[in-house]
């Protein structure tokens, strides 16, 4: 059976594999801004079919959050993309 590996012996990861960490992360989050997306958007529909105006508003503004959030997420894997070569 081998020693294990110390801290001081392991290499740092290289960039190309913490470029491909970062972007799998992004599309997860993607996903996850995917799903709060459609929950939101059933939320407000059954709000405005209830005529709950102030829960129609909350969640107008909650999905708005929501989009700019994704927004940042998509730009930024969009420029890891490019950086990378893929498409």
Known sequence: MSAPVTISERR????AAVREADMW?????LREYGDLLAS???S???AAWR??????????????LVVIDAL???????ALDAESGAT
Request: aromatic share 0%.
């Open 40 to 42: 939101l958007g059933v």
């Open 51 to 64: 005529g709950h105006n102030s829960a129609v508003d909350v969640s107008v503004k909650q999905a708005r």
């Open 12 to 15: 740092p990861p290289s960039p």
């Open 72 to 78: 940042d997420a998509a730009k930024k894997l969009a």
């Open 25 to 29: 992360l992004l599309r997860d989050a």
């Open 44 to 46: 407000l529909g059954e």
